[in-house]
């Protein structure tokens, strides 16, 4: 499996942007399609953003979509994804993960590689 790390998170305030990006080694970067997931505290991890293995398709829960972009740069091994006009209900963990399916995947089981996560927290 790939290993991923992600960075990026912080605290930052209501209204603010943040990028947040995971850096991919051990495994050719454009065999796996990419997405984020969330975990908010006492609740279960949620699917946020995919992108597929070009970046050509992408893919957004509602709860993001309009405010988020996810890309990837597959010569640098690395997928983004850049959040506007945060709000502190985006207050979470965020992993990034990779699977070898070529479709987009909203379910954790799809994906076989997780990275260890990076905390955001928006302040309101």
């Known amino acids: 499996q790939v290993q991923l790390v992600e960075s990026g998170g912080g605290l930052v305030q209501a209204g603010d942007s943040l990028i947040l990006s995971c850096a991919a080694s051990?495994?050719?970067?454009?065999?796996?399609?990419m997405a984020w997931f969330r975990q908010a505290p006492g609740k279960e991890r949620e699917f946020v953003a995919f992108i597929s293995f070009s970046g050509r398709n992408t893919h957004y829960a509602e709860s993001v979509k309009g405010r988020s972009t996810i890309s990837r740069d597959n010569a640098k091994s690395t997928v983004y994804l850049q959040m506007n006009r945060l709000r502190p209900e985006d207050t979470a963990v965020y992993y990034c993960a990779g699977s070898m399916y070529g479709t987009v995947q909203f379910v954790e089981s799809a994906y076989g590689s997780w990275g260890q996560g990076t905390q955001v927290t928006v302040s309101s």
């Open positions: 051990g495994r050719p970067f454009s065999d796996y399609s």
